[in-house]
């Protein structure tokens, strides 16, 4: 058992460490830029945290604990300029998927009595070879991983709380409100994810003390984002930038949303495709094979509960990509529709999963002895397919940020020649005199500090200052 608890976090760590191989180096995201930009200037930590302006635009949606990693991320890469490694990753990517590793792995057996430490950690690795878990290390805004770490950390929090049944301690649903607060501060799919646990909980369990305690954890949790994204948030924005937020971006437009049919196709094509990319990148074969063993264990099983909370699950994680493609049309291209927006819907398709492997061992013990050899065939195409997922992400929205950040590194390098000298873009040429100037004080423009992008704004809002002008 000692080997297996060592064995497998290496695994983990090497398939985690490979992303960042891949990258060679990284690159900053076209947002990217700006951020990174604005967490290197010369303000205090507290003015780059919660400016809705340069992390936002002014189209305020309550995700400052992202944009605390942000910072974070930052500084890394200002660190490692200073030690002569320049690099433009995100550092909270890595630990964090490395931390959604372990906690799955960890977790899920004691979810799932009848799964094994071996099935869960190969469907661990499942995640960790999914384009999206591979190729979101890039620096950007770390929000998706976020909520997806603290979503594995309250599965394991609701795991522990299963453990322990009716003993369950004040601490544990205490740890349930922070952890889930945390996950819909950190993005607002966190938000649109503690409802979703909510509607599956009351669905799978019976309504008993311990299921309206976890209830009332997770209605806490919500009530705190509401109060934060309404109230508290938008106000210190407001001290901060000198004017209010939009605060209206965070809503969901209901009715634009679901009732535009032009929405549905490209959604469930994405949804689709993410099935595929999980479950081996075998084509039409990943989505029949998955589909028929879905069909066959809960048929099997004859669980009314567990058959419903699957299905709500499933059409609420349908529903969430029609939101996300009506907010975002942009989610089909190559590259967006393989990294960083789908690491939470990764994280519920890997426990949608291990509730089907330790179902299939119950109901077909026979064929038990199959679920290795499949799930190692599954990651060994996912492992095959990654070129060509990588290819596909430098072909169009990608390519000229990956093809610039070279240079840029280059740029960062050798502060003895001139900016101009390195033929970058306008955007990029302001990371690298930013970066001069955070990390040898090399004056950019004429400025003694690094100093923020000029930034896009939010179209819905008409910027009014304090003074009413």
């Known amino acids: 058992m000692s080997r297996e608890k060592l064995f497998w976090p290496l695994v983990f760590l090497a398939f985690t460490a ?15 830029q700006f951020f990174l930009v604005n967490y290197l200037d010369g303000r205090g930590p507290l003015s780059k945290i919660f400016s809705s302006h340069f992390n936002e635009w002014d189209c305020y949606q309550g995700r400052e604990l992202s944009f605390v990693f942000g910072w974070l991320d930052a500084e890394a890469i200002r660190y490692s300029a200073r030690l002569g490694w320049v690099q433009l990753l995100s550092a909270t990517h890595f630990a964090a998927l490395f931390g959604i590793a372990i906690t ?5 057996p004691r979810l799932l009595p009848a799964l094994g430490r071996r099935h869960a950690g190969l469907l661990v690795v499942l995640l960790l070879t999914a384009p999206a878990a591979m190729f979101s290390g890039y620096y950007y805004r770390p929000a998706k991983i976020l909520a997806a770490f603290f979503l594995a950390v309250v599965i394991a929090i609701l795991a522990r709380i299963r453990e322990r049944g009716a003993e369950s301690t004040r601490m544990l649903a205490f740890a349930l409100i922070v952890t889930a607060a945390a996950m819909g501060m950190s993005d607002r799919l966190g938000v649109y994810t503690i409802l979703l646990l909510l509607i599956a909980l009351v669905i799978a369990r019976p309504l008993d003390r311990l299921t309206i305690r976890i209830s009332a954890a997770l209605l806490t949790a919500l009530a705190v984002n509401a109060v934060w994204s309404v109230v508290f948030g938008p106000r210190i924005s407001r001290v901060v930038d000198g004017y209010r937020p939009n605060t209206l971006d965070q809503v969901v437009h209901l009715r634009f949303t679901y009732l535009h049919g032009a929405h549905y196709q490209p959604a469930l094509i994405l949804l689709r495709d993410h099935v595929e990319y999980l479950f081996g990148n075998f084509g039409l074969l990943s989505i029949l094979f998955v589909s028929c063993v879905t069909v066959a264990v809960l048929w099997r099983a004859r669980d009314r509960r567990l058959n419903l909370a699957l299905a709500v699950v499933a059409l609420a994680t349908a529903a969430v990509y029609v939101a996300m493609y009506a907010r975002l049309s942009s989610l089909p291209w190559p590259a967006s529709r393989r990294v960083y927006y789908w690491l939470p819907q990764l994280v519920v398709m890997t426990v949608f999963a291990a509730v ?10 026979r064929a038990a002895r199959l679920i290795t050899p499949v799930l190692l065939i599954m990651i060994a195409g996912n492992i095959f397919s990654l070129r060509g997922h990588r290819e596909a992400i430098r072909s169009q929205e990608h390519k000229p940020w990956i093809a610039q950040s070279p240079l840029v590194r280059a740029c960062i390098r050798d502060v003895t020649r001139p900016v101009s000298d390195f033929t970058l873009d306008a955007p990029y040429a302001q990371v690298c005199g930013s970066l001069r100037a955070a990390v040898a004080g090399v004056p950019w423009n004429g400025l003694p500090t690094a100093r923020p992008n000029p930034q896009l704004f939010c179209r819905r809002i008409e910027r009014k200052k304090l003074d009413g002008t």
């Open 356 to 365: 089907i492997v330790e179902r299939s061992a119950r109901v077909f013990p």
């Open 104 to 108: 799955l792995w960890r977790a899920l």
């Open 18 to 32: 490979a992303g960042a191989v891949l990258l060679q180096g990284g690159y900053a995201h076209y947002e990217g």
